[in-house]
């Protein structure tokens, strides 16, 4: 049960609306983003029919996940750090998740997946409005009380829902207001505890060890996965050395 009058009271958002069914939230709070006056601003719905993860793909989701978006305030994030709110948010996600789910294995996958046991459960598009560039859309989409059964047969093969590795449904409203606070925590130790945010990063990453072949944009380059960067970059241990990534998708790890 998703209570905006809660949302509003126990965490840092400042104006909640939850609809039965939007499209996309990510849309609407972009639509939104230039003329909110009160932030963060959360858009939740039950129902998403045409979710959108990064790039030009699209994320299933179905009665029962969370899906929202949040609109923040950019000017307190320092700007160097800007291009890690997806990571910081993942990151959130997973602690949250993993305190709701002990014996699960909880990872965060470069540069914004939260993966359970092994499959991806959630993902995150931050996304900033043209037309407002001080302002961000965090979008985050989490397999809660979600069933597989009529999703595309490429997300059946590798997503899952905390449902199903709980053994039992999880209460989807605690979760967001959980996810909301740590996030606000989270955001403030962006910038005051830098080196701890960086402490949970390396002991989440799924990629750490493994070989890895990402696509920055223009290049792929494979390499053995060394974790993060005191600044916050992947590190990839490549045939020319060490190489520093600040955004980009991995693909392929293995
Ligand atoms: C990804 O894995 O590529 C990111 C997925 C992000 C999905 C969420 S669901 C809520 C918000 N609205 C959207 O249309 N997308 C994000």
Not at 20 to 37: I, M, Q, V, Y
Not at 89 to 115: F, H, Q, S
Not at 189 to 202: G, M, N, Y
Request: proline share 6%; aromatic share 4%.
């Amino acid at each position: 049960m998703i209570d905006p009058h809660r949302i509003e009271r126990d965490t840092f958002v400042a104006r909640a609306e939850v609809h039965a069914e939007l499209p996309s939230t990510n849309d609407r709070a972009l639509r939104l983003a230039g003329t909110s006056t009160d932030l963060p601003h959360l858009i939740a719905a039950l129902r998403q029919t045409s979710g959108r993860g990064r790039g030009a793909n699209r994320w299933w989701s179905a009665e029962g996940a969370l899906t929202f978006s949040l609109i923040l305030d950019a000017a307190p994030v320092p700007a160097e750090r800007l291009p890690l709110i997806g990571l910081l948010t993942g990151g959130t996600v997973c602690e949250v998740v993993a305190a709701a789910v002990p014996e699960a294995d909880v990872r965060l996958k470069w540069p914004n997946d939260v993966y359970v046991a092994g499959r991806k459960a959630g993902g995150i598009l931050v996304e900033v409005p043209h037309e407002s560039p001080n302002r961000l859309v965090v979008g985050i989409g989490l397999n809660v009380n979600v069933s597989l059964h009529g999703a595309p047969d490429d997300v059946r093969r590798r997503a899952t829902a905390l449902c199903d590795v709980a053994g039992t449904p999880l209460p989807a409203g605690e979760l967001l207001i959980g996810i909301l606070q740590q996030l606000q925590t989270d955001l403030d130790r962006l910038e005051t505890d830098f080196a701890s945010v960086l402490a949970e990063w390396r002991r989440r990453c799924l990629l750490t060890g493994r070989c890895a072949t990402l696509h920055d944009g223009t290049r792929t380059i494979t390499g053995t996965c060394l974790g993060y960067d005191d600044d916050g970059s992947l590190l990839l241990q490549t045939v020319a050395g060490p190489r520093r990534f600040r955004s980009g998708v991995v693909e392929a790890w293995e």
